[in-house]
């Protein structure tokens, strides 16, 4: 009759360890950095594992021509943002075994 309780209560166990294991991934997350560059190194972005744009570095050789700094600036910014929506993939493919857990990149900071 109570045989399920041990059932209920590896669920609950599971679901903590989920927990805790998510909270150290958004610390792991946070301290990653990923760059990207355009336009030969003439702009440079830094996001974090969770996608938050860190940091942007321009040439001021680039400055000249404001449509092109534009364009390198956000292409800076997708390639990095990519490099790591790549990584928080690999990271949560560790985690949970490979099984896709719809919601569980937004749960950790992401898109």
């Not at 050789?61 to 364009?71: F, K």
């Not at 956000?74 to 990584?87: R, S």
Request: with cysteine.
């Amino acid at each position: 009759m109570f045989g399920s309780l041990g059932n209920i209560k590896d669920l609950l166990k599971t679901a903590r360890d989920l927990q805790g294991n998510l909270a150290k991934m958004q610390e792991q997350l946070a301290a990653k950095r990923y760059d990207a560059v355009a336009g030969g190194d003439m702009v440079r972005a830094t996001v974090d594992g969770r996608c938050q744009l860190l940091e942007v570095k321009i040439d001021p050789r680039a400055v000249s021509d404001v449509e092109l700094l534009e364009d390198l600036v956000k292409a800076a910014i997708n390639a990095a943002t990519a490099k790591a929506q790549e990584g928080m993939k690999e990271e949560m493919s560790t985690l949970t075994g490979g099984v896709d857990i719809g919601g569980l990149g937004r749960m950790l900071g992401g898109s």
